[in-house]
């Protein structure tokens, strides 16, 4: 199994590394659901990581609160991102979405045109979980047709327990039909991990206590 911890700044690195972490999720401000870190946390988390062929993905994200940025901050996402790939990171996380909580399409592919050409892989965050479920299908086929390589989701709103999003779970993973990587997320612990793991047919899975 893949183990993704996601982890705050780099004081946890080298713990989480040494309890069996396969890739990091680097954030700051976790208590906000991720933001974006400083310049010299991913730089000293990168260097780190890489002396155990750790990948690293970076949340970019301006700030907490919704997903529905204006242009200066789409701008900073986009610095954010550059910063990253220079910084030697394998990965970055974000979403955009509209007032009507469906993907951005114009923000996205910016973004999603700049990290490409960066050679980053593209994480769709847990801002997928607040397309309603009526429309999460087609944004998922949109974002497997523009090259983005997983989806991070709980597969609910994160006040559910995991084990009850399972089924909805189940149905995401059916959607991408191993055209997207689905990575599940929120409240997945050692303790639990194997049982979802197993639940889901999947051998990859995100968490802050994965570890």
Known sequence: MLKEACVENFSNIPHVIKAGADRLEL?????LGGTTPSYGVIKKSVTYAANFRIP????IRPRGGNFVYNENEISIMADDIEASAKLGAQ???FGCLTSQNQINRIQMMHLI???RSLNLEVVMHMAFDDISNDNQETELNWLADQG???ILTHGGKLDKPILATIPHLKEIIKWANNRIEILPGGGITTENRDDIAKKLHLNELHGS???
Do not use: C, F
Request: net charge positive.
């Open 27 to 31: 954030n700051n401000n976790l208590e």
């Open 56 to 59: 690293v993905v970076v949340m």
């Open 91 to 93: 990965g970055v996380a």
């Open 113 to 115: 045109t700049s990290a």
């Open 148 to 150: 983005v390589k997983r």
């Open 209 to 211: 206590k994965i570890v």
